[in-house]
């Protein structure tokens, strides 16, 4: 079955530097998203794209995050200077016209 | 605004025994309800949502409008029902179809 893979697994950057995170969502999917799950709290939406342009966006998504399709199959979220509060499990997500999402399995950021 | 609210961080019960996890919704439409199953190590799964009316690995769950309530029900708990279980809520405006998460409650299901 397809599914949603994501890289790094973790991945560890010191504070302002940029990261970006991969996700390769299934392959015949329209709908793109992140979330985000800080240590012990609960997930959290950042960012909805179809179309190759953001759908929706919470206000955890402002100028420091972006997104991007640069390709056909990958789909990526940038952090321009992390902060310490960025630290969190990362998890993106795709779907097709039904309802279900599909998660990836998520990449850890850590900043130090 | 859209809000879930899972009021048991932590659950546990005997294999065998009902369980019941709840969940309670804010929500000023029509939402859509949806659980969601992190086994350990693994990614998360939808388990079921409310129109579909079905029961997966029986668990069932209906949504109770005048409570603003999707409570999950299992009537006979197995150890492999052991995960982290999350409510999710999708309102119909938004044009993302965003979902929003309540806290998680992590079930314990002892032999």
């Known amino acids: 079955e397809p599914e949603v893979t994501q890289t790094p697994s973790h991945q560890v950057t010191q504070m302002g530097q940029e990261v970006i995170l991969r996700c390769v969502p299934i392959?015949?999917?329209?709908?793109f998203y992140w979330y985000r799950q800080i240590l012990g709290q609960k997930v959290e939406f950042l960012v909805s794209?179809?179309?190759?342009?953001?759908?929706?966006k919470s206000e955890i998504f402002d100028d420091q995050f972006s997104v991007e399709r640069p390709d056909g199959s990958n789909f990526t979220l940038k952090i321009r200077s992390t902060k310490l509060e960025d630290s969190a499990m990362y998890f993106c997500?795709?779907?097709?016209?039904?309802?279900?999402?599909?998660f990836g399995p998520g990449t850890r950021l850590t900043v130090t | 605004a859209q809000r879930v609210t899972q009021p048991e961080k932590l659950l546990s019960v005997f294999k065998g025994a009902p369980v019941e996890l709840k969940c309670n919704y804010s929500?000023?439409?029509?939402?859509?309800l949806f659980w969601y199953v992190q086994y350990s190590r693994q990614r998360l799964q939808l388990l079921l949502r409310?129109?579909s009316r079905e029961s997966i690995k029986g668990f069932t769950a209906d949504l109770n409008k005048g409570e603003t309530s999707f409570h999950l029900k299992k009537p006979f708990a197995q150890e492999e029902d052991s995960a982290m279980y999350y409510c999710a809520l999708k309102g119909a405006e938004t044009s993302g179809s965003r979902l929003t998460f309540g806290e998680g409650t992590q079930l314990t299901v002892n032999p």
């Open positions: 794209f179809y179309n190759n342009e953001i759908s929706e």
């Open positions: 929500y000023s439409g029509s939402p859509e």
């Open positions: 997500a795709s779907r097709t016209d039904n309802y279900e999402q599909y």
């Open positions: 392959s015949n999917h329209l709908y």
């Open positions: 409310h129109i």
